[in-house]
């Protein structure tokens, strides 16, 4: 018969076990990727400048300004550019993205920054929606106020056939460990030992 301690430990046990069943081969070696450079690479001076100049300016946005800007990214991605999406993507903190993308020759498919809202701050690629606070890229990193790594499923993109899975992380100030915003970085794969 078990006591109350050991049917804890069963479960907890259990629940471990599958947790990391769940997590899937990828997992760790895009964890070894986002750890071993892009966290650091993630908080050079363009893209912390970047990201506190747009957490000051919307910070005191409301819930309906947001999903004003994420309808008009929405539509200019639908026309095929516009005015907000070629802004970002011609900011600093963009070229910087795409600077770290094309570095890793084919390792990354995208890498692209949140500010404290969830908005875009700056893209190596022009991503399908304005907003990402509304999704797990966001809420399971920035949301927690830590450090945590989130790495989603596996995802075959339709035009290439390549194999990709998307990891964020929140961005911390260098200076003042603060949480300011977050990133989001999809890897390739085909490139990674699995």
Partial sequence: MMNGKSVLGAVAALAFATTAFAAGPHEAPVLDVVNGKLKAVLTDPVLVSAIKAQNAKTVSYSQADIDALDQKWRAEVDAGGGELIDETLQSAASK???????????????????????????????????????????QKTF????????????????????????????????????????????????????
Wanted: glycine share 10%; proline share 2%; hydrophobic share 35%.
């Fill in 96 to 138: 910087y993205l795409q600077k770290v993308r094309d570095d890793e020759q084919g390792l990354l498919t995208e890498v692209f920054v949140m500010d404290a809202r969830g908005l875009n701050v700056g893209q190596s690629d022009p991503t399908s929606d304005y907003w990402q606070g509304d999704e797990a890229k966001w």
């Fill in 143 to 194: 949301g927690t106020g830590g450090e945590a790594v989130f790495v989603d499923e596996i995802e075959q993109d339709e035009s290439t056939q390549m194999l990709q899975s998307q990891a964020s992380f929140t961005i911390l100030d260098p200076e003042t460990g603060e949480a300011i915003g977050a990133a989001t970085v999809g890897v390739n794969l085909d490139m990674l030992d699995l």
